[in-house]
């Protein structure tokens, strides 16, 4: 594991930025395995820079997002499909077709066909490079603490801690969706190389148990330990007790 302590949030933000751009500059035609909530937005935000001043280009990139949350219509301004597109989609060149997010308005009878067509579409791709944030409880995408690493996507039961967590970006807590299809632990593996961000003393806990203690999927986050190209970018806060 390869370790960045940066001065602020913003510094963070750039030096993430900096490799995605350096991974689109090198492969044109990169999978991009993407994230959503609050730390990567400032990564985003570096990014649209630097497309506008014609760095980089996402004409040929191809993207995966790790979750979504289930009952929401697509179009609902807290769906990662929406989030997407206000942070990152609607401000550079990337065609749509090339956008992959599990749908948010699908029916509870409709959910499993949606996570096989998820899990076929990445079944056949190959995810360059993924950005992860990282839950206080140590999840990665919506896979939650549990007796077992997720193997593909699945529906996952959003805990308690996380709905609490999320209900800030909802009027009420009772609005925020209690499921979630995510990608699961053994795909994000597979990413090629993996960046997880994390910012703000409230991860400072649970970012030192997922790299200094042992692996458990009582913390997802910590089989990270196990990759072979995995920088985990932090700013001082979140650093505070490595
Ligand atoms: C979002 C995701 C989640 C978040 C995590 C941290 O796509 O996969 O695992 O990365 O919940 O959220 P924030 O960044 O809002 O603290």
């Known amino acids: 594991m390869k370790i960045i302590i940066a001065e602020n949030y913003d510094q963070m933000s750039k030096k993430a930025a900096d490799i995605f751009a350096n991974q689109l500059k090198e492969k044109e035609d990169s999978t991009l395995g993407l994230a959503t909530g609050s730390t990567p937005t400032g990564m985003y935000k570096h990014l649209i ?4 001043n014609g760095e980089i280009s996402f004409k040929s990139a191809k993207t995966f997002n790790l979750d979504e949350y289930m009952g929401l219509p697509e179009n609902h301004e807290q769906s990662y499909s929406f989030f997407m597109n206000e942070n990152l989609f609607d401000h550079v060149d990337i065609n749509k077709e090339n956008i992959n997010i599990p749908k948010s308005n699908v029916s509870e009878t409709e959910i499993n066909t949606e996570v096989e067509r998820y899990n076929h579409l990445l079944d056949n791709s190959e995810i360059d490079i993924q950005v992860l944030g990282i839950g206080r409880n140590g999840h990665i995408g919506f896979n939650e603490p ?9 529906v996952a039961e959003l805990t308690e801690d996380t709905i609490k967590a999320n209900s800030r970006f909802f009027d009420n807590i009772e609005d925020v969706p209690q499921k979630a299809i995510t990608m699961g632990i053994k795909q994000i593996m597979m990413a090629k190389k993996i960046i997880l961000l994390a910012n703000g003393k409230s991860k400072s806990e649970i970012i030192k148990a997922t790299i200094t203690g042992k692996i458990t999927p009582f913390v997802p986050a910590s089989v990270l330990q196990l990759h072979k ?3 985990i970018i932090l700013d001082k806060e979140a650093a505070e007790l490595l």
């Open 146 to 154: 549990g007796d077992a690493f997720t193997k593909n996507a699945t």
């Open 49 to 52: 820079e630097m497309y506008k």
């Open 229 to 231: 190209d995995v920088t």
